[in-house]
């Protein structure tokens, strides 16, 4: 097992965004990661919804839909994956680079 055990729970937001004035450029949209908080205990085989800020969300967002989930919705249903009992799982919320909840704890069943 790696050291910094991160699941990745396949929650790729996969958003880009464009602006067109003054010149076409690409910018990225890193909205931070409310919930899982450092504090949070979830069981394997729960659902939750993971959280995050919209609040900097450029106006115009080209691909705003990913893996099946709009990043302007704030937040997302997972299940938790079946994994051993940890306290340093992350989770990550991928755009153009990745964006890091705080390590918090998974318990098996
Ligand atoms: C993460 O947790 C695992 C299992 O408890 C442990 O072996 C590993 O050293 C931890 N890694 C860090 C960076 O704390
Ligand atoms: C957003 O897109 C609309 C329609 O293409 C355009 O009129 C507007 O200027 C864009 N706004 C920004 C901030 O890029
Ligand atoms: C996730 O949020 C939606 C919308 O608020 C809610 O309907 C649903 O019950 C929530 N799911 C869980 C597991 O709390």
Redesign the pocket.
Known sequence: ?T???TFLLTLLALFSLSFSAPILRRDVFVPPILYPRSDTVWIAGQHHNVTWSTDNAPVNITNSIGQGFDILDGRVEIQVPYV?????YSLVLFGDSGNYSP?FTILSQ
């Open positions: 097992m050291s910094f055990t051993t009992t940890g306290s340093n390590e």
